[in-house]
């Protein structure tokens, strides 16, 4: 896939991709017309992302509430006969998918047409010149504070040697990261890795163990790990591969790794690439499986505990009551520590609640905005970029002032 855009050009071409994206739902593409379909989807990022957009039902759903909206209606009226078959459509059980691919097939051509139309609005607003009303984005920020209370700035410290005298010797990366080594496992410490608003840091464990931090969260964990469990504590979020033995001399002991999140809940594995998002603006714990087995859900165990499979994401409770949800998209979920925002059919107000963590930014609802957005933006962009891509894809504004992002329709 090309980096750079290829935009449509035409109306005829706005009208021929809907009649494409239209007959890929109602099946009844011709092999040729798949083989135009999968080129126009591969020419660009957008377009694939804009093509997942369209053909998801949700957002169809979510898009056709809109339908009766006073711009939207003129569209349909210039545009609506854009889409004619030339064969038929393979039979479909009931006259609810019959409606829904007719009604899918016109949301295309409006969808498409508002594409077209913002393509230089996109293009302009992107690459308007940073200003000094710019919020720019977060990076590698973290203090740590030693079991002594004394704090280490990581941001500034420099690399090599930062401390020993809690029993391990903790150092700083070339590469930017929080290590451990040489742990005594005679002295019972605890270390405290904590990030800010715009932050992130990641560390390893003594155990081999390697954790990412997002922003606004923080990490408690002993600089040995002894006795018959390895235990940390979490606020906020944080991306784990844990080791599954702490001593390769002794591979037949296998000691638990637990994640503590809050009074009720936690995470016991052995060895495992998992991602837990606790903050507590979220509506629940979420707990994202991509290898190995989990078990999450109430602390004391009480058959409250449930356990996963890759692909599976637990919903944990205040109480540590747990849903297990199968089949997600896992990269939604470790987006953030790729370096991206990664949304697919995501509310304003999820989205929002990134955005405030890791720019630091306040937001302000002047409207109610009911949209769903898919986009994929790196987290690296100053956040001007990142709400220029969100205004290009739905019918949404934003304005800044100063570090507030206010939001109208």
Do not use: C
């Not at 040729?32 to 080129?39: I, K, P, R, S, V």
């Not at 742990?183 to 605890?190: H, I, L, Q, S, T």
């Not at 009911?370 to 220029?388: C, M, Q, S, W």
């Not at 100063?402 to 939001?407: A, H, Q, V, Y």
Request: overall charge negative.
């Amino acid at each position: 896939m090309k980096p750079d855009d290829q935009h449509i050009k035409s109306i005829e071409e706005v009208e021929r991709i809907a009649y494409l994206i239209a007959g890929y739902l109602r099946n009844s593409l011709s092999n040729q017309e798949h083989d135009e379909l999968d080129e126009w989807i591969t020419a660009s990022e957008r377009n694939q992302l804009f093509f997942e957009e369209l053909t998801d039902p949700a957002v169809i759903r979510d898009e056709l509430r809109r339908m009766g909206e006073p711009d939207t209606g003129a569209i349909l009226q210039r545009l609506k006969g854009g889409i004619k078959f030339n064969s038929p459509a393979k039979k479909k059980t009931g006259v609810n998918f019959i409606n829904y691919a007719v009604a899918a097939s016109i949301l295309l051509l409006v969808g498409l047409f508002y594409f077209f139309n913002r393509m230089e609005y996109f293009k302009q607003h992107l690459e308007k010149p940073l200003t000094n009303q710019s919020i720019l984005p977060g990076g590698n920020y973290a203090m740590l504070t030693l079991a002594d209370g004394r704090s280490i700035n990581l941001a500034v410290a420099e690399n090599g040697l930062l401390d020993s005298s809690s029993g391990s010797d903790v150092l700083k990366t070339a590469d930017g990261q929080l290590s451990y080594e040489n742990p005594d496992g005679r002295m019972v410490a605890y270390h405290i890795l904590q990030t800010s608003v715009g932050g992130q840091y990641s560390v390893l464990l003594p155990d081999g163990t390697r954790v990412w931090l997002n922003s606004s969260s923080s990490l408690k964990y002993p600089v040995a790990f002894t006795g018959k469990e390895r235990v940390v504590e979490l606020k906020g979020e944080g991306y784990f591969e844990v080791t599954k033995s702490i001593d390769s001399k002794k591979p037949e002991i296998k000691k638990p790794f637990i994640v503590k999140v809050g009074e009720h809940a936690a995470i016991e594995v052995l060895g495992t690439r998992f991602n837990v998002n606790a903050y507590g603006d979220e509506p629940y714990i979420a707990t994202t499986l991509l290898e190995g087995r989990v078990k999450a859900g109430d602390l004391q165990g009480g058959g409250l505990q449930k356990e996963l499979s890759p692909g599976q994401q637990a919903h944990t409770g205040l109480m540590g009551e747990t849903e297990v949800v199968s089949g997600v998209n896992t990269e939604l979920a470790v987006a953030w520590k790729n370096g991206e925002f990664k949304f697919k059919n995501a509310t304003i107000n999820e989205i929002m609640r990134q955005v405030s963590r890791w720019y630091g930014a306040e937001i302000v609802y002047e409207d109610k905005v009911d949209y769903h957005f898919t986009a994929t933006i790196y987290r690296n962009e100053p956040v001007e970029k990142l709400l220029g891509i969100l205004e290009a894809t739905k019918g949404v504004k934003f304005r800044l002032e100063g570090r507030k992002i206010f939001i109208n329709r």
